[in-house]
């Protein structure tokens, strides 16, 4: 299996951080598994300009292919006024409409406020399902009061975290089995 943590921002640092802890997590649990950590922030990526996936040379084609490449990918980003990072944004405007089909993702957000909440459920889970991906229904949201000096200080986040990957693998499974059954359906 084929996973990739995403820190979907180029700003901040507590995404990072975030999926610092997930990437620690999963090569513990899953050290079987092919996983790629993608931070935006270490990558020069061009702007969408409508042409396909593998036309993008150099950082642009590398994380767009990664993330093509990917049964499961780990999303995290921060909210920012209210809304994604335009470079998250940006990732999902380079990738074809279908991009996450047959994908599971796993959502981890960091914000300054509870009420952010609402951005998941109205911003970033409608785009994840417009562009066909098996999302996991529930998500590690972490506020300021977690974090200090770069470091998660809640140790209920790294049960939820734990949570969070161990359901979204489940889900993974249980998508390969359906998966699996309609295409055994067809008989030939």
């Known amino acids: 299996?084929?996973?990739?943590?995403?820190?979907?921002?180029?700003a901040g640092s507590k995404t990072r951080t975030a999926i610092e802890a997930v990437s620690e997590i999963i090569t513990k649990t899953y050290p079987e598994e092919v996983f790629t950590l993608i931070d935006l922030a270490d990558y020069d990526l061009?702007?969408?300009?409508?042409?396909?996936?593998?036309?993008?040379?150099?950082?642009?084609?590398?994380?767009?292919?990664?993330?093509?490449?990917?049964?499961?990918?780990?999303?995290?980003?921060?909210i920012f006024h209210a809304s994604i990072p335009g470079a998250l944004k940006n990732i999902f405007d380079l990738l074809p409409v279908n991009a996450l089909q047959d994908k599971v993702v796993g959502i981890l957000v960091t914000a300054g406020s509870a009420k952010h909440y609402l951005v998941v459920e109205q911003q970033l889970k409608p785009i994840l399902s417009y562009m066909k991906a098996s999302i996991v229904p529930t998500y590690v949201f972490m506020e300021e009061k977690d974090f200090y000096?770069?470091?998660?200080?809640?140790?209920?986040?790294?049960?939820?975290?734990?949570?969070?990957?161990e359901d979204t693998f489940q889900t993974s499974?249980?998508?390969?089995?359906?998966?699996?059954?309609?295409?055994?359906?067809?008989g030939f």
């Open 149 to 165: 000096r770069k470091e998660i200080v809640n140790d209920d986040i790294f049960f939820r975290l734990e949570r969070l990957i």
């Open 46 to 78: 061009m702007f969408s300009d409508g042409r396909n996936y593998l036309e993008y040379p150099g950082d642009t084609g590398f994380v767009t292919q990664k993330l093509m490449e990917a049964d499961i990918i780990i999303m995290g980003t921060p």
């Open 173 to 186: 499974e249980a998508m390969e089995i359906v998966k699996k059954a309609k295409e055994d359906a067809y």
């Open 1 to 10: 299996m084929n996973i990739v943590a995403l820190s979907g921002s180029i």
